[in-house]
Nanobody
Framework: VQLVESGGGLVQPGGSLRLSCATS????????MNWYRRAPGKERELVAG????????TYAGSVKGRFTISRDNAKNTVYLQMNSLKPEDTAVYYC?????????WGQGTQVTVSS
């Protein structure tokens, strides 16, 4: 099983980034996919989630209206479009796959929002 995040980096406040998580080794279309983040000195938090068929999404209140999660089941990939980024969005972002007790994680990608 592999989950490989990409797309992180340094961006100015108000900017945008698109994270990708390419997966392999499991039946992607059967898994709920989530993006979590961990900021320095803080607990890991759920940022966004998307149901296996993509019809249902959920967001943390702090990112609602700015971030959009999506998935492409043909490419076994989940995305996180992040707009209007704020310094408080600075964190390591992790991709997560969950289904029936199976819980898989990526290695994380750093997002830094700073001028």
């Amino acid at each position: 099983v592999q989950l490989v995040e990409s797309g992180g980096g340094l961006v100015q406040p108000g900017g945008s980034l698109r994270l990708s998580c390419a997966t392999s080794g499991f039946t992607f279309s059967r898994y709920v996919m989530n993006w979590y983040r961990r900021a320095p000195g803080k607990e890991r938090e759920l940022v966004a989630g998307i149901a296996s068929a993509g019809g249902y999404t959920t967001y943390a209140g702090s990112v609602k209206g700015r971030f959009t999660i999506s998935r492409d089941n043909a490419k076994n990939t989940v995305y996180l479009q992040m707009n209007s980024l704020k310094p408080e969005d600075t964190a390591v972002y992790y991709c997560n796959a969950y289904s029936s007790g199976n819980n898989y994680w990526g290695q994380g990608t750093q997002v830094t929002v700073s001028s």
